[in-house]
């Protein structure tokens, strides 16, 4: 009931499929209650020898019609509460879906993919379970048991009804402690069930690392041993719902030996008929059918309610990051300016920025660099808004503080292109759209080409209809990376954030691309996080960030003038091209500009 009570804002919205159910439930009750009066009425009349043939055929048809009428109803019935349910549960999926993509990514931090794979799966049908078998159980038990008591006692006996009761109270109270039992063990089972639907989406996903470490044996294992946990698990849950049925059967076994005793007690008092009896052990029979609803719906309710629990975890979640009540539409000007005092991520121990000071107007190219780790991503984190800012830091887009920008509008100027993009199931043509879905074919091709992914699409068989594997497994990651960057510029945002967006292409290759990017910047801002010095010499202003806080600023010639970081690793890297053109087999991870051999 607690689980019904939860949910009463959710149900109350099919009530009118609820309310013509139960009336259908309701005349099924009552129907049921009249073949065990007619037979009971047969053996009376057999029993003075007083029943003819034409009323035997006339008893029989009764009940014929009788079937008939109870099985309509019950298609009506059936189909109103399980339509209903299914209908109850999409809108709830729908609901859970969009909340994840509204939450900040703290959320993510918090619950694995599996886990959240298992509540829009397995927690939501044991509720659409719950809102439909389980409410189709409790009402019919309740108004197939309250109906059939009526006959037992106004029909037949009270006093015979009363005996035969006297084991109820015991039989609900076992029930009701085998419900709690369940309750607690199934929400163990669906935890357990998170796990292992978290380890398959893992090692699915990093099939090629598995594979290349030789970890199949280990990983299958692992996938072993959280198997044997959530069968372990619902085990546990499947003994104790086992002890319903044979419970319930005991003691209406002993109710029906009660029937017998009381009855021919009563019989011999003349108080009741064999015919009487035989209605009466008739009905005791179909109070067994509620019972045993009753039963299985306990066990049904205490799963929804273990798995609305867990659900309702999520729900209660809201995000971090949201429009500001004052919020408006993004400025024309598009001037960027951080002024960050300082940033730590959420749980975390120590601050990832400390005095972050940088202006980049409009048509500008910025570069940033820096060691691994020095919080180079987390600029392009907090300028999208992924995170808010701690108190006293400022970004700025066209002098309006982005966190009074509406979060749809600030995002919508940006475009970004991850070092690890992810593509979506589908074909290349819809992954390069993905954010323009209305684009023609000639613009999905000519951002294709400034990305310098045309010609290797157009050698694929399909094309650009070619189908991808999950993240473009079926691709290599230079070739990922590129359909990624032809899709940011396919949404033609004011703002490019390129994060490491370089790093998997070869030299040739990325001379093309930034050959491209070069025109494109007449009217876009670029800001370019890499680690390869050489594609910064055109940058308009170039950070180095190290440990948080920005080491070295300027341009490209004011850096080479200083004896620092930058200055050093630029001529380690300019010179291990060189020596690589002139024919040496040492290489670096690096690529090559259009514009190195002039520098």
């Known amino acids: 009931m607690k689980l019904l009570w939860k949910m009463r804002f959710i149900l109350r919205d099919y009530w009118k499929h609820y309310l013509l159910a139960f009336i259908s439930l309701q005349a099924v009750a009552v129907l049921n209650q009249l073949p065990p009066w007619l037979i009971g009425r047969v053996v009376d009349e057999i029993t003075i020898d007083g029943l003819t043939s034409q009323e035997l055929l006339l008893y029989i048809a009764s009940i014929i019609v009788i079937a008939i009428a109870i ?33 900040s990514p703290d959320f993510y931090q918090k619950h694995t993919t599996g886990d959240l794979m298992a509540h829009a799966t397995n927690d939501l049908n044991a509720v659409e379970e719950s809102a439909g078998g389980g409410i189709m159980t409790l009402v019919d ?57 978290e380890e398959a989406r893992e090692t699915v996903t990093g099939i090629r ?23 372990t698990a619902n085990q546990k849950v499947a003994r104790i719902e086992s002890l319903f049925g044979p419970t319930i059967n005991l003691f209406f076994g002993l109710s029906f030996v009660i029937a017998l ?45 273990a798995s609305w629990k867990r659900l309702e975890i999520l729900f209660n979640q809201k995000p971090t990051v949201t429009d500001a009540a004052t919020a408006t539409e993004a400025p024309a000007n598009h001037d960027l300016a951080f002024d960050i005092q300082s940033f730590q991520y959420p749980q975390a121990g120590a601050p990832v920025l ?12 910025i570069g940033i660099t820096g060691r691994t780790g020095g919080g180079k991503s987390s600029l392009f984190r907090l300028l999208q808004r992924q995170f808010n800012l701690d108190s006293g830091s400022s970004i700025t887009l066209g002098g309006i503080a982005i966190d009074q920008i509406k979060l749809k509008s600030l995002r919508s100027q940006m475009a970004w292109v991850p070092q690890e993009p992810m593509l979506f199931f589908g074909t290349i043509a819809d992954n390069i759209a993905l954010s323009r879905p209305d ?80 025109a494109y910047r ?7 996080i890499t680690q390869r010095l050489p594609e910064l010499i055109t940058a308009d202003q170039i950070l180095v960030i ?34 690589n053109r002139e024919g040496t087999t040492d290489t670096l991870p690096i690529n090559e500009p259009p514009s190195l051999v002039s520098a």
């Open 439 to 518: 684009a023609t074919q000639e613009e999905i091709e000519q951002a294709a080409r400034l990305a310098a992914i045309h010609d290797e699409i157009s050698h694929f068989t399909d094309g650009y209809q070619t189908l991808l594997g999950e993240n473009g497994i079926n691709l290599s990651g230079g070739q990922k990376q590129r359909v990624a960057f032809a899709r940011a510029l396919l949404t033609d945002a004011s703002i490019l954030l390129l994060d490491d967006a370089f790093s998997a292409l070869d030299m040739k290759t990325e001379a093309a691309i930034l050959k491209n990017l070069s």
């Open 261 to 305: 005793m009381g009855g021919a007690w009563l019989i011999q008092r003349g108080e009741m008929t064999l015919g009487l009896l035989t209605s009466f052990t008739l009905y005791l029979g179909q109070l067994l059918s509620p019972m045993m609803q009753f039963g299985w719906q306990f066990s049904v309710f205490q799963r929804g309610n």
């Open 141 to 197: 038990s309740v108004i197939a048991g309250v109906t059939v008591l009526a006959a037992m006692i106004f029909v037949v006996s009270g006093k015979l009804t009363l005996l035969v009761l006297i084991p109820f109270p015991i039989l609900i109270w076992a029930t009701s402690h085998y419900g709690t039992a369940m309750h607690k063990t199934f929400g163990k089972a669906q935890a357990s069930f998170s796990n292992l639907n």
């Open 546 to 579: 190290d440990e948080g806080t920005i080491k070295e600023q300027g341009t490209h010639d004011e850096l080479l003038d200083r004896p620092d970081w930058y200055a050093r690793i630029f001529r380690q890297q300019a010179r291990t091209l060189l020596v």
């Open 354 to 365: 400390n005095n972050i000071k940088l202006l980049a107007p409009a048509g500008s190219f």
């Open 71 to 103: 099985y309509g109803l019950r298609y009506v019935w059936r189909s109103l509460l399980y339509g209903a349910s299914i209908d109850l549960v999409r809108s709830q999926r729908d609901r859970l879906f969009a909340h994840f993509t509204r939450m």
């Open 522 to 528: 007449n009217a876009k801002t670029i800001l370019l």
């Open 209 to 231: 690392a598995v594979r290349a470490h030789e970890l199949n044996k280990r990983q299958e294992q692992r996938f072993y041993d959280l198997s044997r946990e959530t069968v």
